[in-house]
């Protein structure tokens, strides 16, 4: 079977955030971390890792490697919630740990990697045939800086 991860560009502290991140994202784990063992167009043997990870369902590998291109909002992790006590407190820890505030249940952490913290059942309601009903919710959302299920879900019925 063929395996697909997302590789992230860390200019440092890629371990840093490797830590952090799955120890505030439900089921994930750290692999290993490697040095590579040859000089690259990022330095000589020995400055550049990599590091495999695994948030939830999903593989990553951390490559520090210095400065390249910075993370933008073209690439963003989403993490689903089924209870609004799991958006406050991944919201939170974000937060806490360095990471702003931006709109629509979306965040840079500290590293500037864009997060979007969203209740599980947004794309469902989003997508529902009812249209006034979405755009109800839609409409709430945007309103909004951290998701409130309750207030979407009001929006939704109406």
């Known amino acids: 079977m063929t395996r697909i991860s997302n590789n992230l560009w860390f200019e440092k502290d890629a371990q840093q955030a490797v830590d952090f991140y799955v120890s505030v994202i439900p089921d994930s784990t750290f692999i290993r971390s490697t040095v590579i063992p040859a000089d690259t167009p990022s330095g000589p043997e020995g400055s550049c890792k990599v590091i495999e990870f695994r948030l939830g369902d999903q593989n990553y590998l951390a490559l520090e490697a210095g400065p390249l291109d910075a993370f933008n909002h073209a690439f963003s992790i989403i993490v689903e919630c089924d209870s609004q006590a799991e958006i406050d407190r991944i919201w939170d820890a974000f937060l806490s740990n360095g990471g702003t505030t931006e709109?629509?249940?979306?965040?840079?952490?500290?590293?500037?990697?864009?997060?979007?913290?969203?209740?599980?059942?947004?794309?469902?309601?989003?997508?529902?045939?009812?249209?006034?009903?979405?755009?109800?919710?839609?409409?709430?959302?945007?309103?909004?800086?951290?998701?409130?299920?309750?207030?979407?879900?009001?929006?939704?019925?109406?």
């Open 103 to 158: 709109a629509c249940g979306w965040l840079k952490d500290r590293w500037g990697l864009s997060w979007q913290i969203t209740p599980r059942v947004l794309g469902k309601m989003m997508a529902d045939p009812d249209r006034a009903k979405a755009r109800r919710m839609t409409a709430a959302m945007l309103q909004m800086v951290k998701l409130d299920m309750a207030e979407l879900q009001a929006a939704f019925n109406g």
